[in-house]
C-alpha cells in the first residue's frame, strides 16, 4: 500500500513536474488532489518539453493512470484544450480520471476574479485571473457547479441561478459591470459535458480500491507550502491546500495510507505575485538567477522573484508536511558562483529568529541572515552520482539537508529526464 505524496516547499515553482515524471513511470496513478489551472509543471522528455497547468505529470507516462481529484477546480475548455494538445503530439490520454465532485471553474468565476483583483489596485493579491479564488469560495459557501452536476440540466440550472443572484448584483452595482445570464452560462456548460464523460469516475473509489490493491499511487500537489491557504504567507497565497493535509481531503484517502512525504526544493528560492519574500535579490545575482534559471512562470508568463536558498522556510515545509524526504532541483544554475550565501535565520526587529514568525507583521519585516558557502565553476549536468559532484557542490547540498531538517534523496542537475542523480529510492 505505497502511497506518497509529492509537492512543494517553497512558494511554488519547485520543479515538481520534474520530479513526479521522474517517478511517473514507477507508480501506477498520478493524483492532482487540489488547484486548478492556475498552477504550472514543466516537464522534458528528451528534446521534448511539455507544460501542464491542469493535467498531473503522470499523463506522459505510460502506463500510469492520471487523476484530477474532487479537491481540484477544473476549467473545462483549458481540460480539453490540454487534452488536444496532448493528443496532437502522440500522448496517449484515455486513462485520464475526472472525479465527479471537483468544482467546475464557470465563465462568472473567471469575470468576478478579474474585476476583484483590478478593484483592489495596490492590495492586489497577484491572482492569475483564472476564477480559481472564486470557484474555491463558490464551493465554500455551498454555491459551487461540480462536474456531476453538467449532467442534470435542472440541478445546473437551478445552481447557477442562486449563484448569480448575487454575483449580478455585485458585478452590475459595484463594479458597473454587465449582468451574466443564466441561459448563456447553462449552454456553454452543457456543451463541455459530452466532450468530458468518458473521464469521469467516482475516484475516492478507485483510489482506495488501487491501496488495498498494493498499487502505488502519488499524490502531486500544485503551487507550495508557502501558497497554503492556511500555512502560507496568508493572504498571498492560493486558494486550496498544497500542504500534506491537503491529499487526504482533495482525493479522499486517509492519513494512515500514506507512507512518504516528499518535499520539492529548488536550490534558490523564487516566488511569483506579491507577498513577502524576505532573500529576494534586487541586483544582478538575482538577475543571473532568473536568467540562468529560465524563470518564468509556465502558467503566468511572469517573470519570478529570485532570491538565495532560505532554510527557515525549508524547515517549516518539513514541520507542517512531516516531510520523509527533499528532491533538490537546479542545482546546476548555481555553478558560477565563488561564494553562494544561504539565509539562516531571520533578524526581527534586532533579535535573530531561527523559525518561520507565525505573525504576519514580522515576516513582512523580517530580514536574512546569511552564511555564505564556496561555490563551484565546473559543469554538473552530466553528473550521475553524489560522487559525481565537485565538492563543493557536494558540501552545499550537505549544508541544505541538515539546515532543513530531512534527507536529500535526489538532485536534479539539469531540465532532462535523466538529469537526476538518486541518492535514494522514494519507492
Not at 481540484?72 to 472525479?99: A, F, I, Q
Not at 522556510?313 to 516531510?323: D, E, K, M, Q
Request: hydrophobic share 35%; net charge negative; with cysteine.
Amino acid at each position: 500500500m505505497p502511497a506518497l505524496v509529492l509537492l512543494g516547499a517553497q512558494w511554488g515553482d519547485e520543479g515538481k513536474g520534474k520530479a513526479t515524471d521522474l517517478l511517473g513511470g514507477s507508480v501506477d496513478y498520478v493524483v492532482r488532489y487540489q488547484g486548478g489551472n492556475n498552477a504550472g509543471h514543466t516537464v522534458v522528455v528528451g528534446d521534448q518539453k511539455y507544460a501542464l497547468h491542469l493535467l498531473p505529470s503522470g499523463i506522459l507516462s505510460p502506463g500510469c493512470t492520471p487523476v484530477i481529484g474532487n479537491g481540484v477546480v477544473v476549467d473545462p475548455s483549458v481540460l480539453l484544450s490540454e487534452l488536444s494538445g496532448l493528443n496532437e503530439r502522440g500522448v496517449d490520454t484515455s486513462k485520464l480520471l475526472l472525479s465527479g465532485n471537483a468544482h467546475i471553474i464557470t465563465p462568472y468565476n473567471v469575470t468576478v476574479d478579474k474585476v476583484t483583483e483590478r478593484f483592489l489596485g495596490k492590495r492586489k493579491i497577484g491572482t492569475t485571473g483564472r476564477g480559481i479564488g472564486p470557484t474555491y469560495a463558490d464551493k465554500i459557501n455551498r454555491v459551487g457547479i461540480r462536474v456531476q452536476d453538467l449532467y442534470d440540466e435542472s440541478i445546473l440550472t437551478q445552481k447557477v441561478e442562486a449563484a448569480l443572484d448575487v454575483k449580478n448584483q455585485v458585478l452590475t452595482k459595484l463594479y458597473n459591470r454587465r449582468a451574466i445570464a443564466v441561459e448563456q452560462v447553462v449552454e456553454e456548460l452543457l456543451g463541455y459535458a459530452e466532450k468530458i464523460k468518458p473521464f469521469v469516475a467516482d475516484t475516492v473509489l478507485v483510489l482506495n480500491q488501487a491501496l488495498e490493491d498494493d498499487k502505488v499511487v502519488l499524490f502531486e500537489g500544485g503551487q507550495g507550502t508557502l501558497l497554503d491557504i492556511d500555512h502560507g504567507t496568508y493572504p498571498f497565497v492560493t486558494s486550496s491546500n498544497p500542504t500534506a493535509g491537503g491529499a487526504c481531503t482533495g482525493a479522499g484517502v486517509g492519513p494512515t495510507k500514506i507512507s512518504r512525504v516528499i518535499g520539492i526544493l529548488k536550490a534558490y528560492t523564487t516566488r511569483v505575485g506579491a507577498g513577502p519574500f524576505p532573500t529576494e535579490l534586487f541586483d544582478e545575482d538575482g538577475e543571473a538567477l532568473r536568467r540562468i534559471g529560465g524563470e518564468r512562470g509556465v502558467t503566468t508568463g511572469r517573470d519570478r522573484r529570485c532570491g538565495w536558498f532560505d532554510a527557515v522556510i525549508a524547515r517549516y515545509a518539513t514541520r507542517v508536511n512531516g516531510l520523509t524526504d527533499f528532491f533538490l532541483t537546479k542545482l546546476d544554475v548555481l555553478t558560477g558562483w565563488e561564494q553562494i550565501p544561504v539565509c539562516v535565520a531571520y533578524e526581527i526587529d534586532g533579535k535573530r529568529v531561527e523559525e518561520l514568525p507565525y505573525s504576519q507583521s514580522d515576516f513582512h519585516h523580517a530580514k536574512p541572515v546569511y552564511e555564505s558557502l564556496p561555490g563551484w565553476s565546473e559543469d554538473i549536468t552530466s553528473a550521475k552520482s553524489f560522487s559525481d559532484l565537485p565538492k563543493n557542490a557536494q558540501n552545499y547540498v550537505k549544508a541544505l539537508e541538515e539546515m532543513s531538517g530531512a534527507p536529500i534523496s535526489a538532485i536534479g542537475v539539469g531540465p532532462g529526464r535523466d538529469e537526476t542523480i538518486e541518492i535514494n529510492s522514494f519507492l
